[in-house]
């Protein structure tokens, strides 16, 4: 299986975001996914220096993905969907089926981020014909029915992926969590987000269940299928995904190619960065103060 990395979707500042391009340009991976996929109105990298690092990851034989917003409901966030769209130097993985519709009417390729639901074979050939060349099956599916998807991904020459270990989106609102915490809405919340921690959940009984981060949530458990990377493999996943809580500094990337030995991946538990709840100005000052 090739390893991707998706390029983590925690509120960091442009400078933090800046530092992690650096690193991801020299990550042991064959893909990596860049792009805002949670909130339009954060500070992000312009889609100008996405390209730029594009190209210096592409000439270290790296591909770049660019990924588009996870929900599009308002006409900001189209303007932006419009825009990852229309570039035509990279990939799209589409995550909402806005994005789907406009790269099918450019005639461009794309690849089905897990937010699409595709949950059986005939959905699968759905959105090969509107031009997917690979997809992520759904995180809510079943390993016996990922199995078969991932079966008929191939009867239909599609690239299957899974997700190998991360914290990926469990469900995304119109509204904003953290936002509402704070006494805001979604239209004026002045990037509350980036100033205070990560808000968590807990269930009844005081377990931490949940990371709300903006519109959308995470599980404080990770998605970990590292101790059965050789089965995925068999069963066909061409690809494997990792996705970060949120770094800084990149010396962890290279604990990666730890996956090329199955054996040993299951050491990459104690090197992947997990989930925090320090703002991103605590980050920035933890690092400095490291160096």
């Given at each position: 299986?090739?390893?991707?990395?998706?390029?983590?979707?925690?509120?960091?500042?442009?400078?933090?975001?800046?530092?992690q391009l650096d690193a991801?340009?020299?990550?042991?991976?064959?893909?990596?996914?860049?792009?805002?996929?949670?909130?339009?109105?954060?500070?992000?990298?312009?889609?100008?220096?996405?390209?730029?690092?594009?190209?210096?990851?592409?000439?270290?034989?790296?591909?770049?993905?660019?990924?588009?917003?996870?929900?599009?409901?308002?006409?900001?966030?189209?303007?932006?969907?419009?825009?990852?769209?229309?570039?035509?130097?990279?990939?799209?993985?589409?995550?909402?089926?806005?994005?789907?519709?406009?790269?099918?009417?450019?005639?461009?390729?794309?690849?089905?981020?897990?937010?699409?639901?595709i949950y059986n074979k005939?959905?699968?050939?759905?959105?090969?014909?509107?031009?997917?060349?690979?997809?992520?099956?759904?995180?809510?599916?079943?390993?016996?029915?990922?199995?078969?998807?991932?079966?008929?991904?191939?009867?239909?020459?599609?690239?299957?992926?899974?997700?190998?270990?991360?914290?990926?989106?469990?469900?995304?609102?119109?509204?904003?969590?953290?936002?509402?915490?704070?006494?805001?809405?979604?239209?004026?919340?002045?990037?509350?987000?980036?100033?205070?921690?990560?808000?968590?959940?807990?269930?009844?009984?005081?377990?931490?269940?949940?990371?709300?981060?903006?519109?959308?949530?995470?599980?404080?458990?990770?998605?970990?299928?590292?101790?059965?990377l050789a089965h995925w493999?068999?069963?066909?996943?061409?690809?494997?995904?990792?996705?970060?809580?949120?770094?800084?500094?990149?010396?962890?990337?290279?604990?990666?190619?730890?996956?090329?030995?199955?054996?040993?991946?299951?050491?990459?538990?104690?090197?992947?960065?997990?989930?925090?709840?320090?703002?991103?100005?605590?980050?920035?000052?933890?690092?400095?103060?490291?160096?």
């Amino acid at each position: 299986m090739k390893l991707s990395l998706t390029l983590n979707c925690w509120p960091l500042t442009r400078q933090q975001q800046s530092q992690q391009l650096d690193a991801l340009t020299q990550a042991p991976v064959a893909r990596i996914v860049l792009g805002e996929t949670v909130c339009e109105k954060r500070d992000r990298p312009s889609l100008r220096t996405l390209l730029e690092v594009a190209e210096v990851a592409q000439a270290s034989g790296i591909q770049v993905v660019l990924a588009s917003l996870n929900l599009v409901n308002g006409p900001r966030e189209l303007k932006l969907v419009e825009q990852v769209c229309g570039q035509h130097s990279l990939m799209v993985e589409a995550n909402d089926l806005t994005a789907a519709a406009l790269l099918n009417e450019l005639d461009q390729p794309f690849w089905a981020g897990a937010n699409l639901n595709i949950y059986n074979k005939e959905s699968l050939a759905w959105i090969a014909r509107l031009g997917a060349m690979g997809y992520q099956p759904p995180i809510d599916m079943s390993e016996e029915n990922m199995a078969l998807l991932l079966e008929a991904g191939n009867e239909l020459g599609l690239e299957g992926e899974i997700l190998g270990f991360g914290w990926p989106q469990l469900a995304v609102s119109a509204r904003c969590a953290t936002a509402r915490i704070h006494g805001r809405n979604k239209e004026h919340c002045d990037k509350v987000c980036q100033h205070h921690p990560v808000p968590m959940a807990s269930t009844l009984e005081q377990e931490p269940l949940l990371l709300l981060n903006g519109p959308q949530n995470h599980g404080v458990k990770p998605v970990d299928r590292l101790d059965g990377l050789a089965h995925w493999q068999q069963v066909g996943a061409r690809w494997l995904r990792i996705i970060p809580g949120p770094w800084q500094q990149g010396e962890w990337l290279q604990s990666l190619e730890e996956l090329s030995h199955p054996e040993r991946a299951s050491r990459l538990r104690r090197e992947i960065p997990i989930p925090g709840h320090r703002t991103a100005t605590e980050l920035h000052t933890a690092t400095a103060a490291s160096l």
